[in-house]
């Protein structure tokens, strides 16, 4: 007998595959949410056969918000818990000088994801029940040269959860919010992280695991960015608008 | 970034390419002197490529699993013990594993890695179907017993000089419970440990640990530890509930490297005496969770630290069994000679073994391992002249300083392999460190 079923949006990343066996691991049933389900079927088997959970794959594109509603008809069940993993760095440099790939980050980290969840949460409080989880970023917390269009989408999402979390309060629906800092993931590869601050995309797994058990509001995978960030927000403006980080 | 073994040494500049997606790793296998790289097990620079070396972590997940026949198909990158933890819950143990379950699948072909049960059971290629092998050609083959039996033949064992291994068919045991019924015998020398052997052939498992810094009458003084697995029958309360179930092991990890003089003769002398005696006041029969009898060493992790920054090295040879009494009596005077022993001293008898080019005979190994200086240096060089005077062999995974001409006196097989990786076309695309030091 498996678990409430978990649904995880934007599955084929790193960080969704990594939620995946975590959850699997502890017996949920996983619906994996992904634009092309056909190239995922041999991690879809593995995590059936390693786990022994159901596990089944739905093809969804984030930036299509009009079928957002479809899609959730259509999954075999509303999951219990709710995973949106869906997100896209861009480059900063195109961001700037061609304003449609900039566009692009900002509709995939936020109006899509805003979009998924904000469907997903109307569902759980007429049921009565739901976890949400948002993988945000700490980018969001202030917008800075190196990739404020990425940052800003992010801020948007933040805010996002935030609203949805305040609204949702005593509903008995809980929204968590994962700021995991620098991640080795797919999409930081060829970057030169520094290996203390960088936490592998299994950490961020657990840390959202954990903190739907002890239904934390917002976590960040290594705590030592709460304190990194306490410190850049907290520049003045007139200092910080002049700073390169 | 630099490459090197589990040894950390020898150390190489460089970095691996892990591929994600079957195209990609076709397209990085077609280069000169690739090599494979499954999890770094292996000690010295079998894993590290002679142009390319090519990792396969993210070729990580499990395809099939057939409950009837207990056949697995993988990719090559998962590791044992990724097997282990879904597979055992279900009542299946690896065929044949190695004393680290954290091995990749590929690591274990090319290695054709033996364990405490190759006197019956023989190596870890007997319970391969068949194997998908990215060859020379750029495609993917797939061989067996019966297709392209020669690929399989010379794959197995070949330490991924054949070419890379994408996909395997593994047989799995079936097991009643996750306990080990362990049976201590403390033997007080080499003969005895060497009647031990013989007399416990039945033995499912049967492995000793070795003092090899004993001398005279002591010489060889062992800790021989028989295994069984432990059947639902024989385990009592919580145990027979829930028999796959092991209390959660407390991972300890080495995150720094000792200090070179902590590991002397007198400390690793004091620590082995200790060790030895301990062993003799618990002999006799007890119950083990897998994890504690199979892979003792993985509960600390980065244990290769503990050989200081420098690094270490392993030396594992096979004697014939007509010629092993005399053989192994030969390297531990000459162990004990030079003072500079190992803590990890393993003795192991082996079973039939016909294969290619794999490592095992029937016979006995014995494994041991040294911080590198060049006091150990010198002394396997001299390990190495008294193995090949007994008619023996070394095994490559462990291996990291031998010379061209000792593997090929110690292997007519050395020369036969080479001959087919140069009429094959192997040798230009698929070459380690490793097969270039020895001229594979």
């Known amino acids: 007998m498996s678990k409430g079923s978990v649904l995880i949006l934007g599955a084929r990343s790193d960080i969704g595959l990594a939620v995946a066996h975590e959850f699997a691991r502890k017996g949920h049933a996983l619906q994996l949410a992904l634009r092309d389900p056909a190239a995922f079927e041999t991690a879809r088997a593995d995590l059936a056969l390693r786990h022994n959970v159901p596990v089944s794959l739905h093809a969804f594109d984030a930036l299509a918000v009009e079928t957002h509603a479809e899609f959730l008809d259509a999954l075999p069940e509303l999951p219990e818990i709710a995973i949106c993993a869906v997100g896209l760095m861009g480059d900063q440099i195109e961001s700037e000088r061609d304003m449609s790939a900039a566009i692009r980050v900002i509709r995939s980290n936020f109006e899509g994801p805003a979009s998924i969840l904000g469907h997903l949460a109307n569902r759980f409080d007429q049921r009565g029940s739901g976890q949400i989880v948002g993988i945000s970023s700490v980018a969001g917390l202030r917008g800075r040269a190196t990739n404020y269009v990425y940052g800003s989408a992010k801020a948007g999402f933040t805010a996002f959860l935030s609203g949805l979390r305040n609204r949702l309060a005593g509903r008995g629906i809980d929204i968590l919010t994962v700021l995991p800092g620098f991640v080795a993931t797919r999409m930081t590869e060829g970057m030169d992280l520094p290996a203390r601050l960088t936490c592998q995309p299994e950490d961020v797994a657990q840390a959202i695991s954990r903190g739907l058990e002890r239904k934390r509001s917002v976590i960040y995978v290594r705590p030592v960015w709460r304190l990194i960030m306490a410190v850049i927000t907290s520049i003045p403006e007139p200092i910080f608008k002049k700073m390169r980080i | ?440």
């Open chain 2, 1 to 440: 970034m630099t490459l090197s073994g589990w040894g950390r040494f020898p150390v190489f500049p460089g970095q691996a390419q892990a591929p994600r997606t079957e195209a990609a790793l076709l397209a990085a296998a077609a280069g000169q002197g690739v090599i494979a790289r499954g999890n770094g097990r292996a000690y010295g620079d079998s894993a590290v490529g002679a142009g390319r070396t090519v990792s396969m972590r993210h070729f990580n997940r499990m395809l099939s699993f057939d409950p009837a026949t207990g056949v697995l198909v993988a990719e090559a990158g998962v590791l044992l013990a990724d097997v282990i933890a879904a597979f055992l819950p279900r009542g299946w143990f690896p065929a044949v594993t190695p004393g680290t379950k954290f091995v990749s699948l590929g690591g274990m072909v090319a290695a054709d890695v033996h364990g405490k049960n190759h006197h019956k059971d023989g190596s870890f290629g007997a319970f391969v179907d068949w194997l998908d092998v990215i060859g020379p050609d750029g495609g993917v083959t797939r061989c067996s017993r019966q297709e392209n039996p020669e690929l399989f033949r010379w794959t197995v064992g070949g330490m991924g000089l054949t070419g890379i291994v994408l996909r395997a068919a593994i047989r799995l045991r079936p097991v009643e419970s996750a306990w080990i019924r362990q049976d201590l015998v403390p033997l007080p020398d080499l003969d005895a440990a060497l009647a031990a052997f013989e007399a416990a052939e039945d033995a499912s498992y049967s492995v000793a640990w070795i003092d090899c810094l004993a001398r005279g009458k002591a010489l060889g003084r062992s800790l021989l530890m028989l295994g069984e697995h432990a059947t639902r029958a024989e385990l009592t309360g919580d145990r027979a509930r829930y028999p796959f179930e092991t209390p959660a092991k407390r991972r300890r990890n080495l995150r720094f490297d000792l200090p070179r003089g902590v590991l002397n003769s007198h400390t690793v002398r004091a620590f082995n005496a200790l060790y030895y005696w301990n062993g003799a006041r618990r002999r006799g029969t007890s119950l083990l969770d897998w994890d504690s009898y199979f892979y003792p060493l993985d509960a600390i992790l980065g244990w290769n630290r503990i050989y200081g920054r420098k690094g270490f090295v392993q030396f594992q040879c096979a004697l014939p069994l007509e010629r092993s009494r005399e053989g192994l009596t030969a390297l531990l005077e000459a162990v004990s000679d030079a003072g500079t022993g190992s803590f990890l001293a393993v003795l192991k008898r082996l079973g039939l073994q016909e294969s290619a080019f794999s490592f095992p005979m029937l016979g006995y190994t014995l494994a041991l391992d040294f911080p590198v200086n060049d006091r150990t240096l010198a002394l396997l060089d001299r390990l190495d002249r008294i193995t090949l005077y007994h008619g023996g062999r070394f095994y490559l995974a462990k291996d990291s300083r031998m010379r061209p001409e000792t593997l090929r006196a110690s292997d007519a097989r050395a020369a036969e392999f080479a001959a087919w990786r140069e009429a094959t076309g192997m040798r230009q695309r698929f070459a380690s460190a490793q097969s270039e030091r020895l001229s594979l």
